[in-house]
């Protein structure tokens, strides 16, 4: 089971040695995104494609295969391919016209051809030939403007290939091409979606979390940092930060003008930004700031804002309405974060000035002890490795029974998001199966029947796990995990 990989176009626009770079990259990618999924692929480069064999098809290897490449940065498109040796446009019809008769039957269809090398004719003669045969075996009509099905060859010198039909991909940049930033999460609609842009646009990206809420904030919001990392940038290791933020809410909460709060919260966190960049050699912060979406996001105010530090501000939402960003959310999977987890920035300011003075922000600002809020913030800020946030959850000290073989009475609750557990749905004898998404267990498990017993499912174990520990934290113990034997 052969793909071909074709990149975003930005890419092919590039100098030779800049594409041949990034087309480098994305075979990489691929692999350590494969390898991190437990998915076999050998991938190699050529100058304007990648072509990946993901080995003997089974249903389950395609489904894999097909996911991880529509959600690879890099990759606009991929058609799956199957390889022949080209001796003539005769020959060529007779090996791949028992696969691609029964595509066509009773539809319109196109053949498309694209030949590179030395042959005695040119693209659109064949397609005039090998399109002449099929109709004369099929009995189904031409469409050379909208057809129901476009059978794609590509003709390389002494090698055809032919592809089935185009699957959009992500598009952007592979990941790790434009550097490093460190992206605020805060686990609502905005900054999820401003990382995935950033992610999109190639860039390497850490999270970034000030924590205001307690511990089950922090843990939502590392689920959500997971889960776009495992989804669409494992190719590469990165880091969650979480700053204890708690002192310098106080202070703002007791010291300064209700106006100006939440600008001044802003600058905080940008000051405190800075230090971690320098300190983990990144380029730039990310936030999910939207041009006068709230009162700290008016022009003056984000003014106000970047006064603070030389490092450079992304703001990938900059631009976009509200709906916009909840239904782009939506699409790549961060809404259900963003719904069950409260806004704690939101609470910061009551009648806020949208258009204060510099010189009033300063001088409500100096009311605080700023350097020493930054130094003990910098000092106290906890680093892990993104790889570690489903182990980080042991801190909690609870064990959970994991079992491969369900009880009679068991119920399984597939906590996987909703796009994933409709492509592939779980399916158990005589057992009832419960759809209820990792990040509304902890807020939706105490509507079930507390008289039965929930094993918890997901494709890889980790969110099942997480959300088991965190259901035996808050005093649910008639909760295990699933975890199937693979045939």
């Given at each position: 089971m052969k793909f071909i990989l074709r990149l975003f176009p930005e890419i092919s626009i590039k100098s030779r040695p800049v594409r041949n770079r990034l087309t480098r990259l994305v075979r990489q990618n691929l692999v350590n995104t494969c390898n991190h999924h437990g998915i076999k692929v050998n991938a190699f480069a050529q100058w304007d494609k990648v072509i990946a064999d993901f080995g003997e098809e089974t249903p389950e290897k395609r489904q894999a295969a097909e996911r991880e490449l529509s959600r690879l940065p890099g990759v606009h498109s991929f058609l799956e391919v199957k390889e022949y040796a080209f001796t003539d446009l005769d020959s060529l019809f007779e090996v791949i016209k028992d696969d691609n008769l029964p595509r066509i039957q009773g539809k319109t269809f196109a053949v498309r051809v694209r030949r590179r090398g030395s042959h005695e004719f040119n693209s659109q003669q064949a397609e005039r030939i090998i399109g002449g045969k099929f109709k004369a075996a099929s009995g189904s009509t031409v469409n050379l403007d909208?057809?129901?099905?476009?059978?794609?060859?590509?003709?390389?010198?002494?090698?055809?290939?032919?592809?089935?039909?185009?699957?959009?991909?992500?598009?952007?940049?592979?990941?790790?091409?434009?550097?490093?930033?460190?992206?605020?999460?805060?686990?609502?609609?905005?900054?999820?979606?401003s990382s995935h842009r950033v992610i999109r646009r190639g860039c390497r990206v850490n999270y970034l979390f000030f924590n205001m809420g307690g511990t089950a904030h922090e843990l939502g919001v590392k689920q959500e940092a997971y889960f776009i990392w495992d989804r669409y940038a494992s190719s590469h290791k990165v880091r969650f930060v979480t700053i204890p933020f708690e002192e310098?809410?106080?202070?703002?909460?007791?010291?300064?003008?209700?106006?100006?709060?939440?600008?001044i919260l802003k600058r905080m966190m940008m000051r405190v930004g800075e230090q971690i960049c320098r300190r983990y050699h990144?380029?730039?912060?990310?936030?999910?700031?939207?041009?006068?979406?709230?009162?700290?996001?008016?022009?003056?105010?984000?003014?106000?804002?970047?006064?603070?530090?030389?490092?450079?501000?992304?703001?990938?939402?900059?631009?976009m309405d509200k709906q916009e960003i909840i239904d782009e959310s939506r699409r790549i999977g961060t809404l259900g974060f963003a719904e069950s987890m409260p806004e704690y920035c939101g609470?910061?300011?009551?009648?806020?000035?949208?258009?204060?003075?510099?010189?009033?922000?300063?001088?409500?600002?100096?009311?605080?002890?700023v350097d020493g809020l930054v130094e003990r913030a910098v000092a106290s800020a906890r680093s892990i490795d993104i790889h570690e946030i489903p182990a980080d959850a042991d801190?909690?000290?609870?064990?959970?029974?994991?079992?491969?073989?369900?009880?009679?009475?068991?119920?399984?609750?597939?906590?996987?998001?909703p796009d994933d557990a409709e492509k592939s749905p779980v399916k158990v004898a005589d057992h009832q199966v419960i759809l209820m998404p990792f990040y509304r267990i902890a807020k939706d498990f105490e509507t079930l029947d507390p008289a039965k017993n929930y094993a918890l499912f997901c494709d890889q174990g980790v969110m099942s796990t997480m959300q088991a520990r965190q259901l035996k934290e808050m005093g649910h113990h008639n909760v295990k995990i699933w975890r199937p034997v693979k045939n």
């Amino acid at each position: 089971m052969k793909f071909i990989l074709r990149l975003f176009p930005e890419i092919s626009i590039k100098s030779r040695p800049v594409r041949n770079r990034l087309t480098r990259l994305v075979r990489q990618n691929l692999v350590n995104t494969c390898n991190h999924h437990g998915i076999k692929v050998n991938a190699f480069a050529q100058w304007d494609k990648v072509i990946a064999d993901f080995g003997e098809e089974t249903p389950e290897k395609r489904q894999a295969a097909e996911r991880e490449l529509s959600r690879l940065p890099g990759v606009h498109s991929f058609l799956e391919v199957k390889e022949y040796a080209f001796t003539d446009l005769d020959s060529l019809f007779e090996v791949i016209k028992d696969d691609n008769l029964p595509r066509i039957q009773g539809k319109t269809f196109a053949v498309r051809v694209r030949r590179r090398g030395s042959h005695e004719f040119n693209s659109q003669q064949a397609e005039r030939i090998i399109g002449g045969k099929f109709k004369a075996a099929s009995g189904s009509t031409v469409n050379l403007d909208d057809p129901d099905i476009t059978i794609h060859i590509e003709i390389e010198n002494q090698l055809a290939y032919v592809t089935g039909e185009r699957m959009m991909g992500m598009g952007g940049f592979p990941v790790g091409s434009q550097g490093e930033v460190f992206s605020l999460i805060s686990g609502g609609f905005d900054s999820g979606v401003s990382s995935h842009r950033v992610i999109r646009r190639g860039c390497r990206v850490n999270y970034l979390f000030f924590n205001m809420g307690g511990t089950a904030h922090e843990l939502g919001v590392k689920q959500e940092a997971y889960f776009i990392w495992d989804r669409y940038a494992s190719s590469h290791k990165v880091r969650f930060v979480t700053i204890p933020f708690e002192e310098t809410v106080g202070q703002i909460l007791e010291r300064t003008h209700h106006g100006v709060r939440g600008v001044i919260l802003k600058r905080m966190m940008m000051r405190v930004g800075e230090q971690i960049c320098r300190r983990y050699h990144s380029e730039a912060l990310v936030t999910g700031e939207s041009l006068a979406q709230v009162s700290s996001q008016t022009l003056t105010n984000l003014s106000h804002i970047d006064s603070v530090t030389d490092t450079l501000i992304i703001r990938p939402c900059v631009t976009m309405d509200k709906q916009e960003i909840i239904d782009e959310s939506r699409r790549i999977g961060t809404l259900g974060f963003a719904e069950s987890m409260p806004e704690y920035c939101g609470v910061i300011s009551d009648h806020p000035n949208v258009c204060p003075k510099r010189s009033f922000v300063m001088e409500e600002e100096a009311k605080m002890d700023v350097d020493g809020l930054v130094e003990r913030a910098v000092a106290s800020a906890r680093s892990i490795d993104i790889h570690e946030i489903p182990a980080d959850a042991d801190r909690l000290k609870t064990e959970v029974e994991t079992v491969s073989e369900l009880s009679v009475s068991d119920v399984v609750l597939d906590v996987r998001a909703p796009d994933d557990a409709e492509k592939s749905p779980v399916k158990v004898a005589d057992h009832q199966v419960i759809l209820m998404p990792f990040y509304r267990i902890a807020k939706d498990f105490e509507t079930l029947d507390p008289a039965k017993n929930y094993a918890l499912f997901c494709d890889q174990g980790v969110m099942s796990t997480m959300q088991a520990r965190q259901l035996k934290e808050m005093g649910h113990h008639n909760v295990k995990i699933w975890r199937p034997v693979k045939n």
